[in-house]
């Protein structure tokens, strides 16, 4: 496999303070209102925000921008989403001068009082928050939007140092005294601190083999701490992660379904980021991270049931081979990509229960952790 030695942390590169993101909105502000007061057209510049602006180095870790960049410039065509850029800094800046926090849905409805500039659907306000977020070089929690959806549940060898929102003493959260239940990382996880004494992190795609673990104890068997992505990681549980990553020096080991999707979509942006979000990759990956399995070797090894690949699957992979960075990096992901389409297969995590249930704590994962030869970078 191609050797990574992927750049520390630069703790000194942490998010931007409040008052320094209300002043880059107070200084785009003042760029728009001298060009009109100048009599000129206003402009607004950002990041484009796709793969074929980024370039992937193993040394560094993680997708970095190239410096392509598009502009919204303010005419006939274009006053709608140009107006919609403007009011929707002005609501950022009272929420972050406010401390306060609205989701991407909150917005959504805030904009229904903007009569003519109002979003019509949920992707146009999102979109709009995405250039904004580009503009400012800053992640949208800093701006004051936070996403719906759970930053990921965690259980196993760890404690979180959060603190009392009310009295500002320290809270110390077992992350092995949930029961069956677990820890649900908060939106915001840079004022946490951690203890831990596991050998690994295992991130597992789905909530089912998450719940299978806790639920038989596999942390304790395996001392590691089990954290279930959901899906695509979001941006918190992605930053939870890579800070347990750096600043506990744990590996960190990827268990998602034998797929497409879960290789160029969930395991890629963990590791690497995204094309979309090239601006904040350097906080939000985890650049140390290996994929364990599913891989497409996996399914004859063991022999499990499948499912056609989807002519979807076959479309991102033939995307992935051309336009991807990190794919066309590694031979190793190439040459499991084009196996997986030789044999036009695809499996879940779930498929292991075919042997028996426990099949995966049982057997599954005790020998693909013995040998590292069969991961994939």
């Known amino acids: 496999m191609a050797k990574e030695k992927p750049k520390p942390v ?25 060009k009109i007061i100048d ?11 796709s793969l074929q602006n980024v370039k992937y180095d193993a040394h560094i870790g993680y997708f970095e921008a190239i410096g392509k960049m598009k502009g919204r410039t303010l005419t006939a065509s274009t006053v709608k989403t140009f107006a919609q850029t403007l009011l929707m800094m002005n609501e950022s800046k009272k ?5 306060d926090i609205a989701t991407k849905r909150e917005m959504y409805y805030i904009s229904k009082n903007w009569a003519d500039a109002r979003f019509l659907d949920q992707p146009e306000s999102d979109t709009v928050m995405d250039d904004f977020e580009a503009m400012l070089s800053v992640n949208r929690e800093q701006i004051g939007f936070v996403p719906e959806e759970k930053g990921g549940a965690v259980a196993g060898k760890l ?4 603190k009392d929102t009310d009295t500002g003493k320290e809270l110390r959260i077992d992350c092995t005294k949930f029961g069956s239940g677990a820890y649900s990382v908060p939106t915001s996880v840079e004022h946490l601190k951690f203890e831990t004494d ?10 089912g083999m998450f719940q299978r673990m806790v639920k038989h104890n596999y ?12 899906g695509v990681p979001t941006r918190a549980c992605r930053r939870f992660i890579r800070r347990l990553s750096d600043e506990k020096d744990i590996p960190v080991y990827v ?3 034998g797929d497409p999707y879960g290789y160029l979509n969930i395991y890629r942006t963990l590791k690497v980021g995204s094309g979309n979000a090239a601006h904040i990759n350097k906080y939000f990956c985890v650049p140390k991270a290996k994929f364990l399995g599913v891989t497409p070797q996996d399914i004859i090894d063991y022999k499990l049931p499948t499912h056609p690949l989807k002519e979807i699957d076959i479309k991102r992979v033939k995307d992935g081979m051309k336009n991807d960075p990190f794919v066309q990096h590694y031979k190793e992901w190439r040459k499991a990509l084009d196996q997986m389409v030789s044999m ?6 779930q498929a292991f229960a075919a042997h028996h249930l426990n099949y995966v704590m049982d057997v599954y994962l005790p020998e693909k952790l013995k040998d590292q030869k069969t991961w994939l970078p």
């Open 255 to 257: 268990f998602s379904d």
């Open 95 to 99: 929420l972050v001068e406010s401390d």
């Open 10 to 34: 630069d703790h000194d590169q942490k998010p931007v303070a409040a008052m320094t993101v209300v002043q880059k909105i107070k200084d785009l502000a003042q760029g728009v209102f001298e």
């Open 198 to 207: 596991a050998k690994f992190v295992l991130a597992i795609e789905t909530s």
């Open 344 to 349: 036009k297969k695809r499996a879940e995590q």
């Open 219 to 230: 942390w304790k068997k395996a001392n590691c701490i089990l954290i279930a992505m959901g």
């Open 159 to 162: 404690v979180v140092i959060d």
């Open 39 to 49: 009599k000129k057209a206003p402009y607004l510049e950002m990041p484009l925000r």
